[in-house]
């Protein structure tokens, strides 16, 4: 089973930020949280990982709190280019062994 | 440089009939992988494999076998297909154990 809940459709509107919470309550504390996203029946894409602290690229921003028992995505500035499902896995035992959930469908509205 | 190439795309079989999907990377990554998607679900682990000659079983390993002779190619094998491997079929691979898995586009196949 995954260990992360995540909700399972959200809304955005176009240009606004779009914030994707997981919930990862049993995480251990050498376990990282990666996010992926999957565009219509595309393989999925890596957007960013975190172990502790926040984390930034060019795509996103990973928010972890300070008990590590949830995070939050950011897509600062949502275009309709990122309507997809986005999944929050905490890896298990190496990159080989990501356990996908059922992820958010994240919905861009112009 | 093409990332993970999977072929072919798309396949429809015959109940007890085998085949090979294969998946290639020219990124030298040691980690491969085989996840199988079905409809409204998350990717599960088929196959791994931590570099040339080593494989290991994931969560859904029964009806397929996998070998890695080389760095590069990492293919799946279908020995006798049935109904229930109707699926998308995504190969990933890895610089290392944690980092982030490159996806290829898929192979949709159908057991008919």
């Known amino acids: 089973d995954a260990k992360t809940t995540q909700p399972p459709s959200m809304d955005c509107a176009e240009g606004r930020a779009a914030n994707l919470p997981c919930n990862h309550s049993?995480?251990?504390?050498?376990?990282?949280v990666y996010w992926y996203r999957q565009i219509h029946s595309q393989g999925p894409q890596y957007i960013i990982h975190g172990l502790k602290n926040n984390e930034t690229n060019e795509m996103a921003s990973l928010i972890i709190t300070e008990d590590r028992k949830s995070s939050t995505l950011i897509l600062p500035h949502a275009t309709l280019r990122d309507t997809a499902v986005y999944y929050c896995i905490v890896m298990e035992g190496g990159a080989q062994k990501l356990v996908f959930g059922q992820g958010t469908r994240l919905t861009i509205n112009p | 440089n093409a990332g993970v190439t999977q072929t072919p795309k798309f396949q429809v079989l015959k109940t007890g009939q085998s085949m090979t999907l294969q998946c290639a990377q020219d990124m030298n990554h040691e980690y491969m992988s085989w996840y199988r998607q079905d409809p409204g679900m998350g990717l599960r682990l088929i196959h791994y494999s931590v570099g040339a000659g080593i494989t290991d079983q994931g969560e859904v390993p029964n009806g397929y076998n996998v070998s890695r002779s080389t760095t590069e190619d990492f293919p799946l094998r279908l020995l006798s297909a049935a109904p229930s491997q109707t699926s998308v079929y995504f190969c990933?691979?890895?610089?290392?154990?944690?980092?982030?898995?490159?996806f290829g586009n898929g192979t949709r196949l159908t057991v008919t």
């Open positions: 049993t995480i251990s504390g050498n376990e990282y």
């Open positions: 990933a691979s890895s610089s290392g154990i944690w980092a982030p898995l490159h």
